[in-house]
């Protein structure tokens, strides 16, 4: 069978992904008829009111915003304003009370991050509220905040973003809030032994970084739910079109909008979300019953969150108090550039799953990769975990061993072309960095073989790119690397518009075992698609021998 950049592997044919034979069908819909998405009958009704109707396409790029408000701006505009008129003094009275919505100063609200914490919440059906911060980190560290902040713990594993985890052991610990970690992320039985009287949360990441594992949600909500603890999840990776951790039972979702959300790379935000079903009156959370004379009512009675905000107190609670005092507030430029960037999240995810598939496939048949990590891969850990949570592609990132030296690594990573040698994932531009020296560096040794982090790590964030400029890519940073005296005979292939003459092929998968490059230019990248994607498919079938992927 031909080889395809599909992540499903089928030959090329007017054929939808996971598709048996093309129809006017929605995917994963019965037959086609005017009715959205996941949706009971399409209405002509306000768009507060019909959203929840939409598919995730519409709503990407609909949701949570009316024009007729904005006077009738079709672009949500940008409300680069400090403050607010208060108008009179009885709405000024209503206003501090919090009997109305309108905005009163843009640390606390802005109309243009708004419609971003809107349309965020309508991209998880399941979530109640949302609320945006200045960064991944303000995220994470408010959500963490907010539910074990008169000293707790937080039950969590070392699969987590390397700054996460140094918070956890520098930073929270003034602030009474505390790490308890499992041994084995993949154990629920150890998540359930680990849970103390103490315990306020559990709290993982949905596809982990850089290594790619995948939690099983469903059984770390049952085990948190039958002690009385919210799960929290940190679905950055994933992104809301990828997985929907409300669907399996999670309670609060935090992102680094910074990554994929945004995909640009030109902004640093982060958002929380909750579900609103969690029971924060069960004895466990003082903090959402006590009372405060600042939230107080218009007769001077002091409220207390559950009171004030019965219908999303986690998100509440955290922009009354920690996005009040703390101050982490989105500017409403990025919030704008966020919003842009969510227009296109699924054209953009899906090109990356794409991209991400094909480079792991490629990378696995490497005699340069000892072990490469992406859980649709066949002999994944995390295939059957994929399978259930991941039905629309396992994301961005693939991460693989380098099999040379310390020094062949730094030359290789020295010598990609396309690839950005930097610190970011889920851009639109593909991305390449050493994460146990780097974006993980502050994970200590015992850390790092709890999760399998090695030196030789490399990790991917496939980008929009053409797959087989990356290929190529890679390929020559490769032969450079590992002992080749000159680069491919063009240095100025990549990129340009002439592909049929000036990009190049795989090749024998054994080729670069000697320093040598690809021998035929004109295999890669010519205008005829089958023929790309059959060389291809040789090349990777050159070499058959077996190579067991990471098992961490």
Same mark, same amino acid.
């Given at each position: ?20 034979s ?21 209405s ?20 949570g915003?009316?024009?007729? $408000? ?6 949500v ?35 243009t ?52 985890v ?14 308890d ?51 929290i ?29 945004s ?7 982060g ?27 218009e ?53 990356q ?14 005699p ?15 295939k ?22 310390? $020094? ?14 930097q ?13 146990a ?82 021998d ?6 010519s ?26």
């Open positions: 069978m031909p080889y395809t950049s599909s992540p499903n592997a089928t030959p090329s044919s007017l054929t939808p992904h996971d598709a048996t093309f129809s006017l069908t929605p995917n994963d819909a019965t037959p086609f008829s005017l009715t959205p998405n996941d949706a009971a009958p399409f002509l009704t306000s768009p507060d009111a019909a959203e929840n109707n939409w598919g995730f396409s519409t709503r990407q790029v609909r949701a915003y009316n024009p007729t $408000e904005h006077n009738h701006a079709v672009s505009p940008i409300y680069q304003t400090t403050a607010y008129s208060l108008e009179t003094a009885a709405r000024a009275d209503a206003m501090f009370a919090f009997e109305d919505e309108d905005p009163l100063y843009t640390r606390l609200s802005n109309p991050v708004d419609v971003l914490e809107r349309r965020v919440t309508a991209l998880h059906k399941g979530a109640k509220a949302s609320i945006a911060l200045a960064s991944g980190m303000a995220a994470v560290s408010c959500a963490l905040l907010n539910v074990a902040g008169q000293g707790g713990h937080i039950l969590t594993n070392y699969r987590l973003y390397g700054g996460t140094d918070a956890f052991t520098n930073i929270y610990p003034e602030l009474g809030i505390h790490m970690v499992v041994s084995d992320a993949d154990d629920i039985l150890a998540y359930e032994h680990a849970i103390t009287n103490n315990t306020k949360a559990i709290f993982v990441e949905s596809i982990t970084n850089p290594l790619v594992t995948v939690s099983d949600l469903e059984a770390l909500a049952n085990v948190a739910h039958k002690h009385g603890i919210p799960l999840v940190d679905n950055t990776v994933a992104t809301p079109y990828l997985l929907n951790p409300f669907k399996h039972g999670a309670d609060v979702v935090v992102y680094s909008a910074t990554k994929a959300l995909g640009h790379g030109n902004v640093i935000a958002l929380v979300l909750e579900s609103g079903n969690f029971n924060y009156n069960n004895g466990n959370f003082p903090q959402f019953t006590q009372t405060h004379w600042f939230l107080r009512d007769n001077d009675m002091p409220r207390n969150c559950l009171d004030l905000f019965p219908d999303a107190p986690f998100t509440g609670r955290l922009r009354a108090i920690h996005l009040n005092y703390l101050g982490a507030a989105l500017s409403p430029f990025d919030a704008y550039l966020i919003l842009l960037g969510i227009e296109t999240l699924e054209q953009r995810v899906t090109k799953v794409e991209n991400a598939s094909t480079l792991a496939t490629w990378l696995h048949e490497s340069h990769a000892t072990w490469v990590a992406y859980p649709t891969l066949t002999e994944n850990r995390y059957k975990l994929a399978q259930r949570y991941l039905t629309r592609g396992a994301g961005s990132i693939v991460s693989f061993g380098f099999g040379g030296t310390e $020094e062949q690594k730094r030359r290789f990573l020295d010598n990609v072309k396309l690839f950005s040698y610190a970011n994932i889920g851009d639109a531009r593909s991305l390449i960095i050493n994460p020296q780097t974006t993980h560096i502050e994970l200590s040794n015992e850390a790092r073989a709890e999760t399998g982090l090695t030196p030789e790590t490399i990790r991917l964030s496939a980008g929009l790119e053409d797959v087989n400029d990356l290929i190529y890519d890679l390929q020559q940073a490769f032969a450079l690397a590992l002992g080749n005296s000159h680069a491919p005979d063009d240095t100025n292939a990549l990129g340009k518009g002439e592909e049929s003459s000036n990009t190049k092929t795989p090749g024998d998968a054994n080729a670069f075992s000697n320093g040598e490059v690809p035929d230019p004109n295999a890669l990248g205008t005829n698609e089958s023929n790309d994607t059959q060389t291809l498919y040789n090349a990777l079938n050159t070499n058959n021998s077996s190579k067991a992927d990471v098992t961490v």
